[in-house]
């Protein structure tokens, strides 16, 4: 009996095996290369990127270790550069209540010093140390003892990996944001490195800083031929923190931009050592219509739409919400000049009292950088401002106004966690251009999604998953039109630029807007561009599809009354979407999703109807049909939904590996039975089969769950919609006192339209979770009650307490209650029918 179990099992194993092995190629089939923990001797947690663009050379910030990789072959230069924690301060470290994978040594900052040498500052067992790592030798210095050259990073690097943490190196000198003490409750935003006098800091105050999350930092450095009033240098801090200006019960988090000035080295006496230009304003991402804001950024892209003038530097924000129990996930841009704008305005007043009156603005303006207007009057330097200009400062760091943006992107049921940016100038005839922006979004689950922005019209072109596992994106950097993508252990390049991207005539005609062209089998640029939808359904029309992007193929679904089926709308725009359906019908809307209640009143025809850009010279955006559905009821009898098409060959060795694991169970289970019943006719003069009988009761089978508890919980059916066009339905299956209690039977499908580049294992699961609560309705055993006679003669024969000579044994008595009726349900089942009765088993000895 075991030889042929052992078949089936190693038979299983291989073809589980080739699915699931079949399906990971199918979502990484547009990937180009991919380096991972094999290409490495043990270094993992990437954190870092820092990509020399001269020579191609990325350099990763790893745990105890860096490693420098050619971007051209995606090779290791050499391997990994060890910088580790000795053996003591690892132990001291984990004495002081650490754990002992944090007391290691993480490299979070890696920065070029303009003299062939990078400073690297590491956490190091929560006392953060900075080493410089010499580019041409790939070695890091050493010092007179023959160790690592190290000097103290204590506000350069943060103390503890997860913490959040920016930086960024202006004209040789660092600039940081992070935590300065060891348990994480201090927060500076310093100038780090430079002379001793000139190292400053923000101000220990609530209104300065206010338990900061830090995002991302940018230094904006002005053109000296394009800069006729002087202005100085700037850096800028984006991070979100816990509002003071709102007198709430809770806290609110707000999205911050912070300015400081390049030349500024503090006060003579007011604000010594600290800032004297620190200012800070608000960033709104709201949606007016609906009048949702993202109030949670979580990434900061920078970027210039005219390569060389500082002036046209945009800051592209990656949002979520507070308030939302889903994932979420928006994009909003602001530009340079609308920042400088703000910083300009109003200062806000945070005293809690009820004055009228504002403090009045002294002169010069606090917070402004130093210019020829201020240098023709003697301010040099920030040392030489009066103290009222400092008090002031020091007293109104928050600007009255925020920076407002519309979202340019919402997408619901995913959480983005890094994004990047490509801009492409597109001719639409020979005297008018426009410009269209490619944002490269990495997800928490390890994906790369494509979204096209022209004027107002947002179109989502592509989603790949690029690791083996999934595990989030914490990097991006864009180089020579490939996208160099990273995790915590993955490095993955893929293409960013070109229509050749899209290798299909669906998510070129999706491209459109980008001047992509589908001729001679391939995406080409084409020689004008488009941006009105109108090409776009005319494209998707040419690639021989019955679906354009305003009209899609009504999609029919076969489902049983009492469902709660939840049907999908992709809302890629931040417009609001509608539904038209029947009269007669139980419905809740989920943002731009529908839930129904099926009920013979609720069949028919659902539309979702989405607001989308302007179309061509109209000022109004228009409706966009982006769902169609059509309920109808099927048979009872179909345990579930009917399956997609699209992967039923993957559905069919799953339901062959469930089948043959279920044939080999039962093969299993009789074995066991039969050894049980031999073990029935051996002799036991330790106890009679009376008493056995007695301790027993009508358990005749030993097990551990019941059939009916293993086959529920053997089958979840459960499944979460991840935001790319999946159907989601619920199977619950609740038990209350042996009554059962309400169901559901779960569908995903793809709604995107062929193989267009998008995701594709969705009709896998959908088949799968189908096919698997159809198995799961068939397999319900019938749970059988004993005889009443049966029962009372057990209990007429059970023997009192006191004469069996001491309590029953706590474990054997509880089994024996939780076997009772396993022959029964046995018997009902066809696959587990045995050809004669099951003999009760005798007690072994005590």
């Known amino acids: ?92 470290c984990v004495g002081k209540g650490k754990t002992e994978g944090d007391c290691r040594n993480y490299i979070r900052l890696l920065e070029f010093l303009g003299d062939g040498r990078i400073y690297a500052c590491g956490t190091y067992a929560f006392d953060p140390q900075c080493a410089f790592l010499n580019m041409s030798s790939l070695t890091l210095e050493q010092g007179e003892d023959g160790g690592v050259r190290m000097e103290t990073g204590k506000g350069k690097c943060p103390f503890e990996p997860s913490q959040h943490y920016t930086a960024v190196m202006a004209g040789g000198t660092l600039y940081t944001a992070a935590t300065s003490n060891f348990l994480g409750t201090l927060f500076d935003i310093s100038r780090a490195t430079g002379p001793v006098l000139e190292r400053i800091r923000t101000e220990r105050s609530i209104n300065w800083l206010s338990d900061p999350e830090f995002v991302s930092s940018a230094f904006i450095h002005q053109d000296e031929l394009n800069n006729p009033t002087g202005e100085d240098d700037k850096i800028y801090f984006f991070f979100t923190e816990v509002a003071k200006e709102y007198d709430l019960y809770m806290k609110v988090k707000v999205p911050r931009v912070a300015r400081v000035c390049k030349s500024d080295v503090g006060g003579m006496k007011t604000l010594q050592k600290r800032w004297t230009t620190f200012l800070k304003a608000q960033l709104v ?17 920078t970027t210039q739409h005219t390569p060389g003038d ?44 009820c004055e009228i009156n504002p403090e009045p603005v002294p002169t010069p303006r606090p917070g ?52 990047a940016v490509t801009r492409t100038a597109m001719g639409l005839d020979e005297n008018q251009s426009v410009a269209a922006t490619v944002l490269h979004l990495g997800t928490d689950r390890g994906e790369l999604h494509r979204v096209a922005v022209v004027g107002q019209n947002t179109t989502l072109l592509h989603e790949m998953a690029l690791f083996p596992t999934q595990e989030p994106v914490n990097n991006i950097l864009l180089y020579k039109g490939q996208a160099l993508v990273g995790s915590p252990l993955y490095l993955a390049r893929v293409g960013a630029e070109g229509c050749s991207l899209y290798s299909s005539c669906e998510v070129c005609a999706l491209a459109r807007p980008l001047g992509c062209v589908w001729k001679d089998n391939a995406c080409n640029p084409g020689l004008t561009g488009a941006i009105q ?45 509608t539904w038209e359906h029947p009269p007669h019908r139980h419905t809740r809307q989920h943002h731009s999703d529908l839930e129904v209640t099926v009920t013979e009143e609720s069949l028919g025809t659902y539309t979702c109807h989405c607001q989308e850009g302007v179309q061509g010279g109209q000022k109004e955006s228009h409706p966009c049909v982006r769902a169609s559905y059509q309920l109808t009821l099927e048979s009872p009898s179909v345990g579930g939904a009917v399956a997609l098409s699209k992967g039923r060959h993957v559905v069919a060795v799953y339901i062959f590996c469930f089948s043959m694991g279920a044939v080999f169970g039962g093969f299993l289970l009789h074995f066991l039975f039969r050894r049980c019943k031999t073990r029935q006719h051996r002799p036991d003069h330790s106890l009679s089969s009376e008493k056995g009988r007695d301790l027993l009761g009508s358990s005749a089978t030993p097990q551990s769950p019941s059939s009916a508890s293993l086959l529920s919980e053997g089958f979840p059916i459960t499944e979460k919609r991840t935001g790319n066009g999946t159907l989601l339905l619920t199977h619950h299956h609740n038990k209350t006192n042996g009554h059962p209690g309400s169901y559901g039977i779960g569908i995903r499908y793809d709604s995107n339209h062929g193989n267009n580049g998008y995701a594709n294992n969705t009709n896998s699961n959908t088949a799968l979770t189908s096919a698997t609560s159809s198995v799961a309705e068939g397999l319900k055993l019938q749970v059988q009650e004993m005889p009443i006679d049966v029962r009372r003669g057990v209990e007429r024969g059970r023997p009192e307490e006191g004469e069996r000579g001491g309590e029953v044994d706590e474990e054997d008595e509880g089994l024996g209650e939780g076997l009772g009726g396993l022959e029964e349900e046995l018997a009902g089942f066809t696959l587990f029918r045995l050809p004669a009765p099951l003999a009760q088993c005798e007690e072994s000895s005590i």
């Open 533 to 577: 939808g109108e090409d776009v359904e005319n494209a998707l029309r040419k690639c021989d599809r019955r679906v354009g992007l305003c009209s899609p193929a009504q999609r029919e679904l076969r489902v049983s009354l009492g469902l709660r089926v939840l049907l999908p709308c992709v809302q890629v725009s931040p417009r609001s979407c």
């Open 310 to 353: 500082p002036s046209s530097t945009h800051f592209y924000g990656l949002f979520t919400s507070q308030w939302e129990h889903e994932e979420l996930s928006a994009v909003c841009v602001y530009s340079l000049a609308d920042i400088n704008r703000v910083m300009d305005g109003p200062f806000k007043e945070l005293r809690k009292t």
């Open 368 to 419: 402004q950088c130093l210019n020829n207007a201020l240098r023709a009057e003697g301010f040099e330097s920030s040392l030489k401002l009066p103290d009222k200009v400092l008090t002031f400062m020091r007293d109104h760091p928050l600007m009255e106004n925020s920076v407002i943006a519309a979202p340019l992107l919402v997408r619901r049921g995913i959480t983005y966690t890094k994004v």
């Open 285 to 301: 991402c709201e949606d007016r219509a609906s009048g949702q804001r993202y109030n949670i950024l979580t990434d900061v892209f």
């Open 1 to 92: 009996m075991s030889a042929p179990g052992g078949v089936i099992f190693w038979l299983l194993s291989v073809l589980c095996f080739l699915a699931g092995s079949w399906t990971a190629t199918l979502s990484t089939g547009d990937l180009f290369s991919m380096l991972g923990p094999k290409n490495y001797t043990g270094a993992a947690n990437f954190s870092t990127f820092l990509l020399d663009r001269s020579s191609g050379v990325l350099y990763l910030g790893a745990r105890d270790a860096i490693l420098a990789v050619d971007t051209k072959s995606l090779a290791p230069k050499s391997n990994p550069i060890v910088w580790d924690v000795p053996d003591e301060k690892k132990t001291s």
